[in-house]
């Protein structure tokens, strides 16, 4: 997971907080990604940004709002928990290449009560 | 839409034998498809990529097949070790959105001594 972090890496939440998950690389790539991943359901794309400025819904965006400021970091904010947000959330980076890996971070597991 | 399917049931298999994982896609046609390792509590870790026009590719034990007539991906793992142990996620890009990819839910290998 070297050169993407992202914070916290646990939460509880109650439903109907908000908080906001943070990501950030250091390696200069352009294309960063939130992926949520539950038990039998694989990794689905929440949100992307191609680049900074942009951004993109996925999959599953409802209940999710994101931010990138800047190149190097790319925020996931949650108004409203849900239970159904409880979850394991990923972010991922890839270089501009459409074949190019993409390098994920070590994750941030969220419970909603 | 576009699906992909992994063995759901979890693969269980002695120190010194092939794995075989299956990826199987159903809709589209992927330009590229792509292996990742991922261990529990951690982010999916890229293996091996493989694009429409190559039958075959590998690196080091492992060896991935790509039949776009059947869609269907192998995965092998030769002289499998107790360290192969893990969750292996099969991604295809969407094709037209920007280097998105839509994962399979993952297989579970276990590699017994």
């Known amino acids: 997971n070297a050169g993407v972090t992202q914070t916290p890496k646990f939460q509880v939440l109650k439903t109907g907080q908000s908080m906001t998950l943070q990501c950030a690389q250091d390696m200069n790539h352009n294309s960063m990604y939130w992926y949520r991943q539950d038990p039998g359901m694989g990794l689905r794309l929440i949100y992307y940004s191609a680049s900074e400025g942009t951004t993109d819904k996925g999959e599953v965006p409802n209940g999710y709002n994101v931010s990138r400021l800047n190149k190097r970091e790319f925020s996931l904010r949650l108004e409203s928990a849900a239970p159904s947000q409880t979850s394991v959330y990923f972010c991922a980076i890839s270089p501009p290449r459409l074949t190019d890996t993409q390098y994920f971070g070590p994750g941030t597991r969220l419970t909603v009560l | 839409s576009q699906k992909i399917e992994q063995n759901s049931e979890a693969l269980n298999i002695q120190e010194g034998k092939t794995a075989t994982l299956t990826c199987n896609y159903t809709?589209?046609?992927?330009?590229?498809l792509q292996w990742y390792r991922q261990d529990p509590g951690r982010g999916p870790v890229f293996l091996l990529l493989?694009?429409?026009?190559?039958k075959e590719k590998r690196k080091e034990r492992l060896k991935v097949t790509f039949d776009t007539t059947l869609k269907q991906s192998l995965f092998h793992i030769t002289a499998s070790q107790p360290a192969d142990s893990a969750t292996y996620l099969c991604?295809?890009?969407?094709?037209?959105?920007?280097?998105?990819?839509?994962f399979g839910q993952g297989t579970e290998l276990s590699v017994k001594p």
């Open positions: 809709n589209y046609s992927p330009a590229y």
């Open positions: 991604a295809l890009d969407l094709e037209n959105q920007g280097g998105k990819l839509i």
């Open positions: 493989i694009r429409e026009n190559e």
